[in-house]
T-cell receptor, first 114, second 116 residues
Framework: DSGVTQTPKHLITATGQRVTLRCSPR?????VYWYQQSLDQGLQFLIQ???????AKGNILERFSAQQFPDLHSELNLSSLELGDSALYFC?????????????FGSGTRLTVV | AQKITQTQPGMFVQEKEAVTLDCTYD???????LFWYKQPSSGEMIFLIY??????QNATEGRYSLNFQKARKSANLVISASQLGDSAMYFC?????????????FGSGTRLSIRP
């Protein structure tokens, strides 16, 4: 157990629907990062939050949004889902921005859009 | 703009041999960090090793070492005495700077297969 908890582990939904992915960072970590990994692809950075504030944005679609709550857990909302949104979505956390010990990843949420 | 390049999509190595996974990077920021992650078939991302841009020594963690050549902008991962359990995808990653806007970007990965 890495200490980063992602729920649900698997999600199957239909095109056009909306889903919410949840992430609880490791205790004490203030930064949360979201990544998308499509089949046999690298990880694409979506968005970063630090202590409740958005800090960096990557290639995140307008149909996607995220937030980090006062208790530091984060949610990634995906709406108007398309087949191409099927992917493994990772959340990672770090204790301080710029930490050198590596970012701790959750086990991911595998989203399948049918 | 920052960029990570892994030019080896796949590699096959005999068990117990050493293997080098290539990684080159590009950044204009003098402060950066380089990471290697392992992703086995189960899907989780496992942190292996870290090298800071100002670190004088190459990082080592058990059987893993990072061959950091700053002038050439390369950060190759060396796995000594490979084992069957090393079969996985390996990703090189970089964090540019130490600011609050720092994020890690990943290369496209190398799939390593260890032959018994």
């Amino acid at each position: 157990d890495s200490g980063v908890t992602q729920t649900p582990k698997h999600l199957i939904t239909a095109t056009g629907q909306r889903v919410t992915l949840r992430c609880s960072p490791r205790s004490g970590d203030l930064s949360v990062y979201w990544y998308q990994q499509s089949l046999d692809q690298g990880l694409q950075f979506l968005i970063q939050y630090y202590n409740g504030e958005e800090r960096a944005k990557g290639n995140i679609l307008e149909r996607f949004s995220a937030q980090q709550f006062p208790d530091l857990h984060s949610e990634l909302n995906l709406s108007s889902l398309e087949l191409g949104d099927s992917a493994l979505y990772f959340c990672a956390s770090s204790p301080q921005v710029g930490g050198g010990e590596g970012y701790t990843f959750g086990s991911g949420t595998r989203l399948t859009v049918v | 703009a920052q960029k990570i390049t892994q030019t080896q999509p796949g590699m096959f190595v005999q068990e117990k041999e050493a293997v080098t996974l290539d990684c080159t990077y590009d950044t204009s920021d003098p402060s950066y960090g380089l990471f290697w992650y392992k992703q086995p078939s189960s899907g989780e991302m496992i942190f292996l090793i870290y090298q800071g841009s100002y670190d004088q020594q190459n990082a080592t963690e058990g059987r893993y070492s990072l061959n950091f050549q700053k002038a050439r902008k390369s950060a190759n991962l060396v796995i000594s005495a490979s084992q069957l359990g090393d079969s996985a995808m390996y990703f090189c990653a970089m964090r540019q700077g130490y600011s609050s806007a720092s994020k890690i970007i990943f290369g496209s990965g190398t799939r390593l297969s260890i032959r018994p």
